[in-house]
């Protein structure tokens, strides 16, 4: 039921893709409506008014890997992927309804997401498929291309040039089949199941398949079908959508300049394959057309505060499942079918079950429409925020960057833009571990991966830097004074003895130096000896029985009033890393009261 894809959880979408089919009606150019359908004189007149709206997102390849180099763009601002697939463009230009992400770089074919905006942070993920050739044919010769799956295309002989002048000579041909039954489709088709019929008027669409094919010469140059030819395309339907195959269906081709698709033309299904001729070639979709509204929900907790990263899904009895995941404002848009009762659904994450937080009937729509939602927490489902400071490794605050939260198996993004962060996530009582990772995007720096137990309900990480050549570090901030970073001179070790007690311990130490704070750190630690990873009370140094921790040496804390809680999230092995999170509050030597909090990031040296 949810999208249990690890990179696609980026994220995610924001709209809604059509991917589930139940059942089918063919458009006939009526209105679902009571109304007569208003059909404006230009399309875009449907797309609303230029609006400016932020985008992250990743590129991804079949193989769920991050692509850097790929170029995007949205209206007329560029922007390229980073080495985790990330881009971000701020203050793009798009419309109310409508915005548009095109994805290119060298041995893809072109990729591409549209979306229905939604304020704040707009999340698009976009996987390319390799422009891999599948067979190789002759200008001036009638031939066939096939794949194993039954798809094909025929080539009557005659292309040309994007200028317009005939080619001769060989043509490479690349072809992809895409198939609704394929959990990956939503990311690999282009834009969004939004298209213009043959009227003018907008539609959804609710594919049953979809062939990309684009023809390069021996150049390498792209080529298309002459004037006057045409080519018989051959697009098998799966199993499982026979029963609601339609005896012919209406062809759409996809817009690439504009962002949507546009009927053109019919296919017959003769036994599992439509069959249909088309003009020319970008991607083209055998779908049924419907009426559809935007929609747009809000999810948020009790208090109002907006719930990020959930996975919204609306049901269709007639044209299935369409899903997204919130943003920071708790918000996730999309097309959904008019007049029709739909069924909302709100879940969390694929680890925490498959049980809805939240089920409500809705509709029928027959304009534009919004809805907010309440998810209480439960015994089952806790509420958690996790705050943090991303600097750059010159200690300035990361202007545009992001940061990557890890739980149960999923990775969300959130946007950095003032050096703050904050991420609403509800989790699951089986695990109360994470990892951080961010990134800055200017100067193309990143901190590591790092654990950390949640700190219900409030979990303030501290100050994380952008330092990719650094590969360990120490770093406390003390009230609101500047984070001490310290990156010299640092051991870490593990005994199974411990001289405070026959329990084991750990070891860190480090100094300032050039690299970092002239200053010093000293950390020792008591550990539970039948499970060394947890949390850790301050360590008193009069109870030779007791397990904690305590960093009092440089610090000049004291025990009294001390109720600084201490996470040991990881303890690996000599060469790896031990990672521990600190934080409280505590009196120093002199009775004057403190808060701190810190990560060492260390590796272990014995």
């Known amino acids: 039921m949810k999208n249990s894809n690890p990179i696609s959880n980026l994220i995610l979408f924001v709209l809604f893709a059509l991917l589930t089919v139940t059942s089918c009606e063919k458009d006939d150019g009526n209105s679902a409506n009571p109304q007569q359908e208003i059909i404006p004189d230009t399309f875009s007149e449907y797309f609303g008014n230029s609006i400016s709206r932020d985008f992250l997102g990743n ?7 991050p692509i850097e180099g790929v170029t995007i763009t949205i209206g007329n601002e560029t922007a390229t992927t980073d080495s985790n697939g990330i881009f971000i463009l701020n203050d793009a230009n798009v419309n109310e309804r409508f915005g548009y992400v095109k994805a290119e770089k060298a041995g893809y074919i072109h ?20 422009a891999t050739v599948v ?30 002048s005939t080619y001769t000579g060989s043509v490479d041909v690349i072809m992809h089949h895409l198939d609704p039954a394929d959990d990956d489709m939503a990311m690999q088709m282009p834009g969004m199941l939004y298209a213009q019929n043959t009227e003018g008027a907008e539609r959804m669409l609710q594919t049953l398949g979809m062939l990309a094919v684009e023809l390069r010469g021996n150049a390498g140059e792209d080529l298309n079908l002459a004037n006057g030819s045409s080519s018989e395309i051959r697009v098998p339907v799966d199993a499982s959508l026979m029963n609601i195959a339609p005896p012919s269906i209406p062809l759409w081709f996809f817009d690439e300049a504009r962002g949507y698709w546009v009927e053109e033309g019919e296919a017959t299904l003769q036994g599992n394959v439509y069959v249909g001729n088309v003009s020319h070639f970008s991607f083209w979709n055998c779908d049924i057309p419907a009426e559809a509204i935007t929609f747009c929900v809000t999810v948020t907790n009790a208090d109002n505060e907006p719930l990020n990263n959930l996975w919204a ?19 996730v848009c999309g097309f959904v079918p008019s007049g029709e009762t739909l069924e909302l659904n709100i879940y969390s994450y694929d ?5 809805a937080l939240y089920t409500e009937m809705i509709g029928p729509f027959t304009a534009d429409a919004n809805s907010a939602v309440i998810v209480q927490a439960s015994s089952d489902i806790i509420e958690e925020t996790v705050t943090g400071i991303f600097n750059t490794c010159s200690g300035d605050a990361v202007s545009n960057g992001y940061v990557q939260l890890n739980y149960g198996g999923q990775t969300f993004t959130d946007a950095v ?10 989790r699951c009582e089986d695990d109360n571990t994470f990892k951080i990772k961010g990134s800055d995007y200017v100067n193309l720096q990143t901190t590591d991966s790092i654990s950390y137990t949640f700190t219900t309900p409030l979990t303030n990480i501290g100050t994380i830097s952008a330092c990719n050549t650094v590969t360990e570090f120490i770093q406390y901030t003390i009230d609101d004074e500047d984070t001490v970073i310290i990156i010299d001179g640092i051991q870490a070790g593990f005994s199974e003895d411990s001289p405070n007690s026959n329990s084991p311990s750990i070891n860190v130490s480090g100094f300032g130096g050039d690299g970092g704070n002239n200053t010093c750190f000293y950390m020792f630690g008591a550990l539970d000896s039948t499970n060394y990873e947890g949390s850790y009370n301050n360590l008193d140094w009069n109870n030779t029985n007791d397990t904690g921790f305590n960093i009092e ?3 000049q804390m004291s025990q009294t009033n001390n109720n600084v809680i201490y996470n040991l999230t990881s303890l690996g092995a000599v060469g790896e890393y031990i990672d521990i999170n600190f934080g409280g509050t505590y009196e120093d030597f002199n009775g004057m009261p403190h808060t701190v909090n810190g990560v060492v990031h260390v590796l272990r040296d014995n």
Do not use: W
Request: a negative charge; hydrophobic letters at 30%.
């Open 417 to 426: 833009t003032d050096g703050t962060f904050e991420i609403n996530l509800l």
């Open 135 to 164: 067979g190789t044919v002759n200008s001036g010769t009638a031939q066939t291309i096939s794949i194993a799956n039954g798809s094909s295309v025929s080539f009557d002989g005659n292309f040309i040039k994007e200028d317009g």
């Open 59 to 65: 590129v991804i390849d079949i193989n769920h890997n």
């Open 313 to 331: 899904t609306i049901t269709s009895p007639t044209f299935g499942t369409s899903n997204g995941y919130t943003n920071e404002n708790g918000e």
């Open 111 to 130: 990729g591409s997401r549209s979306v229905v905006p939604s304020d704040g942070t707009n999340k698009v993920t976009i996987m390319l498929l390799e």
């Open 553 to 555: 040496e440089c610090i």
């Open 351 to 355: 680890f925490c079950g498959s049980t």
